[in-house]
């Protein structure tokens, strides 16, 4: 979150693939008005109960999307100020099409915040070793 920064503006974001919600909870406590969408019915109505348990039932929302046919949900088209889509891609066989549906919700100049695992990662400190744990890492 310390690449989200707080705001007044209420922009609207995006929580692509929200899982149970965590940043989607997060960036409507830093001002944001987030969405969070996910496939998930049961991770979503724990989104919605969490929401509602901190008080961010105003600031957040979660629907159900097939994040795989995002390009269908027209009423997302270009509205969003950010998207933030983390730890997800990897699941997805066309994550072209991904990308290119996240493009066409941001507005123009929105920013997209996304991070993906790499098991090839070679950490140059200790400290970014991270759940990547190879015996080449063993020594560090």
Request: glycine content about 8%.
């Amino acid at each position: 979150m310390k690449y989200l920064p707080k705001t007044r503006q209420n922009e609207l974001l995006i929580d692509v693939g929200c899982g149970s919600g965590a940043f989607t909870l997060a960036s409507g406590a830093r001002g944001y008005d987030s969405t969070g969408i996910s496939w998930d019915k049961r991770n979503q109505e724990e989104a919605q109960t969490s929401a509602k348990y901190s008080g961010l039932q105003q600031k957040t929302k979660f629907e159900i999307v097939d994040i795989r046919k995002l390009d269908i949900h027209r009423k997302f088209e270009n509205i969003f100020y950010i998207c933030i889509n983390f730890e997800n891609i990897e699941y997805i066989l066309d994550d072209r099409k991904l990308m290119k549906d996240i493009f066409d919700i941001l507005k123009p100049g929105g920013l997209l915040l996304f991070t993906t695992p790499f098991v090839f990662f070679s950490p140059f400190q200790k400290a970014m070793r991270g759940h990547f744990h190879t015996k080449k890492m063993a020594g560090m």
